[in-house]
């Protein structure tokens, strides 16, 4: 093998390395991304029915009000 050759093997074996090294960690955020997502999703949901709940009492409070100013 020539000199040059021996240095784009080195090369391109580098490259690879470099790669596998990003991929993992692409792949690693993508899992936390994944997670936070899901959390996210959960605690939207929560607070969706925290709201409705919510937005239900001041119809309830609102009717009384109504009702006592008559």
Same mark, same amino acid.
């Given at each position: 093998?020539?000199?040059?050759?021996?240095?784009?093997?080195?090369?391109?074996?580098?490259? =690879?390395? @470099?790669?596998?090294?990003?991929?993992?960690?692409?792949?690693?955020?993508?899992?936390?991304?994944?997670?936070?997502? #899901?959390?996210? =999703?959960? @605690?939207?949901? *929560?607070?969706?029915?925290?709201?409705?709940?919510?937005?239900?009492?001041?119809? *309830?409070?609102? #009717?009384?009000?109504? *009702?006592?100013? *008559?």
């Amino acid at each position: 093998m020539t000199e040059l050759e021996t240095q784009l093997l080195s090369a391109l074996e580098q490259l =690879q390395q @470099d790669y596998s090294q990003r991929l993992d960690e692409w792949e690693s955020a993508f899992g936390e991304l994944r997670t936070i997502c #899901g959390l996210m =999703q959960r @605690d939207n949901e *929560r607070l969706s029915g925290q709201v409705m709940h919510l937005s239900q009492q001041v119809e *309830r409070l609102s #009717g009384q009000l109504s *009702r006592l100013s *008559r």
